[in-house]
């Protein structure tokens, strides 16, 4: 492995405080450019805690996804804070947290439900849904940013699944979808 700047090699990516303002991309921009595979040795507020790799680039993302066998999700967890908060047996009962057969059993029961024709049954809510979301962006008060993930493709994500699943659409708050 290459060496890196030696600022790089002490960063460490959970630090409370490189999060304040959102995820940190300036950050993850150098560590692509780099030092694209990063190790962080230590979370400070998780002490007991093992340390953390960073894989930087899609194209590595990509290497790390589809080698289950080096990269197992069920023998290393799916998250960083593995020992404290989110034990590896939680990871393992999650889909995300499965290395095949196990996994590939799952998605199949969930592709076999999204089928194309299935999903044009339900294009009506699915496009309801969508304009629930970005309704609340839309304010009161009016925003002009909004973190993709996290406020639009994450809740549409997991509403349309819910309405796959007959799961009713819960009542909100005034402002919440």
């Excluded at 496009?127 to 493709?153: C, F, H, K, T």
Aim: one cysteine or more; charged letters at 30%.
């Amino acid at each position: 492995m290459a060496a890196h700047p030696a600022s790089l090699n002490d960063v460490r990516v959970l630090d409370r405080d490189r999060w304040l303002d959102g995820p940190p991309h300036e950050l993850f921009k150098e560590l692509r450019a780099n030092c694209p595979v990063h190790w962080t040795s230590e979370i400070r507020e998780f002490p007991q805690e093992k340390g953390l790799w960073s894989v930087t680039r899609p194209e590595d993302v990509a290497t790390v996804s589809r080698d289950w066998e080096t990269y197992s999700s069920e023998l290393g967890g799916v998250t960083a804070i593995s020992e404290s908060i989110f034990p590896i047996e939680l990871s393992r009962a999650m889909f995300i947290g499965m290395d095949p057969p196990k996994h590939d059993r799952i998605k199949q029961l969930f592709q076999k439900g999204f089928t194309p024709k299935r999903i044009a049954e339900h294009e009506d809510e699915i496009r309801a849904i969508a304009v629930r979301v970005l309704d609340r962006l839309s304010g009161p008060p009016a925003r002009e940013e909004a973190e993709l993930v996290s406020e639009v493709a994450q809740p549409v994500v997991a509403r349309v699944i819910g309405s796959f699943m007959g799961i009713p659409r819960r009542t909100t708050p005034p402002g919440r979808v």
